[in-house]
């Protein structure tokens, strides 16, 4: 079994679930945030990234319901850990740093907590709320720091109810050229 085609029976298993108060599926968030990365041009690592991003919820066993959610899972880094066994570094980091880059974003740009949806809103209260300055300055000194943060941009505007884009399969490509040679 090929890494393309793990990760689709992933999505096949839980991927239809709702995406944690929002309106889309788990799956359908992944590939809208795919979707825009492609559009800006991104790097195909970043879009492999942009559609990965919260895999950490499907290999860890949380329930899909916000309110049952009371204490923060690490998503990011169930992800991360799982990717990297998968993937580089440019892969796995951005995912890792993608909950701490709305935290980032929260502490270091105006208008951008105003932004969050409410489920996101109450997401970051788990994850340690804003950041501090030092925080901040510390996460500036993570080599991809960037990265995490435009997929932290993604990851927010893939909430839009019944947008269509390309299916997973579409990905298959990307991702068995993304994958670590073993
Ligand atoms: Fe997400």
Avoid at 45 to 71: K, R
Avoid at 97 to 121: D, I, Q, W
Wanted: proline residues 5%; glycine residues 8%; aromatic residues 8%.
């Amino acid at each position: 079994m090929t890494v393309a085609d793990e990760i689709i029976g992933i999505f096949a298993r839980r991927g239809a679930e709702a995406y944690f108060g929002e309106c889309v599926s788990v799956t359908g968030h992944g590939l809208q945030a795919a979707w825009f990365a492609r559009e800006e041009g991104a790097p195909a690592s970043l879009v492999v990234a942009a559609l990965l991003h919260d895999i950490g919820h499907l290999v860890d066993d949380v329930p899909e319901d916000l309110a049952q959610w009371t204490q923060d899972r690490h998503h990011e880094r169930i992800g991360a850990a799982w990717l990297a066994r998968r993937f580089g570094p440019d892969v796995s980091d951005p995912v890792r740093l993608h909950v701490p880059a709305k935290r980032y974003l929260c502490a270091t740009e105006a208008g951008y907590f105003s932004n969050l949806s409410p489920a996101s809103v109450r997401t970051l209260q788990l994850q340690g709320g804003p950041m501090s300055g030092a925080e901040a300055a510390a996460f500036e000194t993570e080599p991809r720091f960037r990265e995490a943060v435009r997929v932290r941009r993604w990851d927010d505007r893939a909430k839009v109810a019944g947008l269509q884009v390309p299916d997973l399969a579409s990905y298959r490509r990307l991702i068995e050229t993304h994958t670590r040679s073993p």
